[in-house]
């Protein structure tokens, strides 16, 4: 069995459970503080990595955000591009092999209400301002249930994200023939969780996204309104909403792409698992002798040394418990 010095820095447990997860019964690990293969993320300061250098540096992206090969030797992440064997790139958010898409039978899907909007981020991204003017300009058409903080017209509608509210969403729009599916923003690789969800309960996402959504998902079975304006969505949801036979059509469609790869967790765990098993060593990441970004973060990891910004964080984390006591916010 192979061992293996491992650290995570900037990482969340479930991340770095799902990691372990990854990398399989291969591999004997031992956590260090000198590691052999570093894995960091994204969730913290962002400088973590830099204090090891002396290691095979493992970048496991989120959201869209997209790997600077300068800091890492190898990444993961869902922006679509090629870096020789350095990186792999997967779904944000993709089906399972698991998944049922069909029709329950005996039910009458055409009979259920017309829209939902279920949203709580109302300006961050051009997606998001886009489908709030979407909605109200649909709602000229047929009124359309909004139980999220955006446009909210029901109250209490699903548990608050502090409860059950996954299952709780899923319940919700599952009564619904059509549910708004606009991403936060139109950024390659992307495609998150709402068209997915969406299909998950059999109803017919409103989509507005990146093209590669037509990589993972069957464009005959949503109603894709990139590009469009937004006469032009309302007149193209009105369509299918007014002919049944063109909604069940639409419906009875396997939403997941024919080509698309449902076992890519398998290659990506095979991608992990050779950086260890086949004791890659890391790149020259400033082979000219430029600063790729170290010589910053140096310089931030000596201020976090100082006596002056351990006490500010000191009181930072004092006001913040102070406020969270007296119900106050920034």
């Not at 909605?135 to 509608?157: F, I, R, S």
């Not at 299909?199 to 590009?227: H, L, M, T």
């Not at 939403?255 to 991608?271: A, G, I, M, R, T």
């Not at 973060?297 to 406020?323: D, F, G």
């Given at each position: 069995m192979k061992k293996?010095?491992?650290k995570f820095v900037d990482t969340?447990?479930?991340?770095?459970?799902?990691?372990?997860?990854?990398?399989?019964?291969q591999i004997e690990i031992e956590e260090s503080d000198e590691p052999d293969f570093l894995f960091y993320g994204v969730f913290g300061s962002g400088i973590e990595h830099f204090r090891n250098q002396d290691c095979v540096k493992i970048f496991m992206a989120s959201e869209g955000v997209i790997p600077d090969f300068n800091e890492c030797d190898y990444a993961v992440a869902e922006y679509p591009m090629q870096v020789g064997d350095r990186y792999f790139c997967k779904p944000y958010m993709s089906p399972a092999p698991t998944d049922n898409f069909e029709l329950e039978e005996g039910k009458d899907y055409l009979n259920r209400k017309f829209c939902n909007f279920v949203y709580s981020n109302e300006t961050n991204g051009r997606g998001a301002l886009l489908r709030k003017e979407f909605c109200q300009k649909l709602m000229e058409y047929k009124h359309v249930d909004c139980p999220?903080?955006?446009?909210?017209?029901?109250?209490?509608?699903?548990?608050?994200?502090?409860?059950?509210?996954?299952?709780?969403?899923l319940d919700f729009i599952k009564d619904y023939k059509f549910t708004i599916s606009f991403e936060n923003i139109d950024t390659p690789g992307m495609v998150s969780e709402k068209i997915y969800n969406a299909f998950q309960v059999r109803s017919v996402p409103i989509y507005w996204g990146p093209e590669d959504v037509n990589k993972i998902y069957n464009p005959k079975a949503f109603i894709n309104c990139s590009g469009l304006s937004l006469d032009e969505m309302v007149r193209k949801v009105k369509e299918v909403d007014e002919n049944d036979e063109l909604y069940m059509e639409m419906l009875r469609q396997n939403p997941v792409?024919?080509?698309?790869?449902?076992?890519?967790?398998?290659?990506?765990?095979k991608f992990l698992q050779s950086i260890i098993l086949e004791d890659k060593k890391h790149f020259d990441k400033d082979p000219l002798g430029w600063d790729a970004g170290s010589k910053s973060a140096k310089e931030l990891l000596e201020i976090e040394n100082t006596l002056y910004y351990k006490t500010r964080k000191t009181m930072q984390k004092a006001y913040h418990k102070i406020s969270s006591a007296l119900g106050k916010t920034d």
């Amino acid at each position: 069995m192979k061992k293996a010095k491992i650290k995570f820095v900037d990482t969340y447990s479930k991340q770095k459970k799902y990691i372990l997860r990854l990398l399989g019964d291969q591999i004997e690990i031992e956590e260090s503080d000198e590691p052999d293969f570093l894995f960091y993320g994204v969730f913290g300061s962002g400088i973590e990595h830099f204090r090891n250098q002396d290691c095979v540096k493992i970048f496991m992206a989120s959201e869209g955000v997209i790997p600077d090969f300068n800091e890492c030797d190898y990444a993961v992440a869902e922006y679509p591009m090629q870096v020789g064997d350095r990186y792999f790139c997967k779904p944000y958010m993709s089906p399972a092999p698991t998944d049922n898409f069909e029709l329950e039978e005996g039910k009458d899907y055409l009979n259920r209400k017309f829209c939902n909007f279920v949203y709580s981020n109302e300006t961050n991204g051009r997606g998001a301002l886009l489908r709030k003017e979407f909605c109200q300009k649909l709602m000229e058409y047929k009124h359309v249930d909004c139980p999220g903080k955006v446009l909210n017209n029901m109250k209490d509608a699903i548990e608050p994200r502090s409860g059950n509210w996954f299952h709780g969403k899923l319940d919700f729009i599952k009564d619904y023939k059509f549910t708004i599916s606009f991403e936060n923003i139109d950024t390659p690789g992307m495609v998150s969780e709402k068209i997915y969800n969406a299909f998950q309960v059999r109803s017919v996402p409103i989509y507005w996204g990146p093209e590669d959504v037509n990589k993972i998902y069957n464009p005959k079975a949503f109603i894709n309104c990139s590009g469009l304006s937004l006469d032009e969505m309302v007149r193209k949801v009105k369509e299918v909403d007014e002919n049944d036979e063109l909604y069940m059509e639409m419906l009875r469609q396997n939403p997941v792409n024919e080509n698309f790869n449902l076992y890519w967790e398998q290659d990506l765990s095979k991608f992990l698992q050779s950086i260890i098993l086949e004791d890659k060593k890391h790149f020259d990441k400033d082979p000219l002798g430029w600063d790729a970004g170290s010589k910053s973060a140096k310089e931030l990891l000596e201020i976090e040394n100082t006596l002056y910004y351990k006490t500010r964080k000191t009181m930072q984390k004092a006001y913040h418990k102070i406020s969270s006591a007296l119900g106050k916010t920034d």
